[in-house]
């Protein structure tokens, strides 16, 4: 077991094991079901002169992701994260900042 020291992934829990002391669970049953899907669909919006828009020049104004559990009706996240500011959209956690 490692002793305490930084993260190396962003996960929320990190463990170390020797793969001998890993036990494989049976194959049905409880063990035997798919964990739920979870689906996230985000859109990216840039500010363009003219063409596609260019990582370097054209600055990101806008980022949405909507996050919902498969075969679920509520979502999970909505947010909108904004340059500067916009007008509040129901349903969506709006977040506004001053730089890219």
């Known amino acids: 077991m490692r002793t305490k020291q930084m993260k ?18 049976p194959v049905e049953g409880e063990w035997s079901k ?17 063409g596609f828009p260019s990582a370097e020049k054209d600055p990101v104004i806008q980022i949405s992701n909507y996050c919902k559990n498969h075969n ?14 916009c007008t509040g959209i129901v ?3 709006v977040r506004s900042f001053e730089r890219e």
């Open 8 to 25: 190396l992934s962003r996960c929320q829990i990190e463990i170390d094991i020797d793969y001998k002391n890993v036990l494989p669970l």
């Open 34 to 50: 798919i964990v739920p899907l979870r689906m996230m669909s985000f859109d990216i919006e840039c500010v363009s002169k003219k």
């Open 72 to 85: 679920e009706d509520d979502h999970m996240v909505k947010n909108i994260f904004v340059l500067k500011s």
């Open 91 to 93: 349903g969506a956690d």
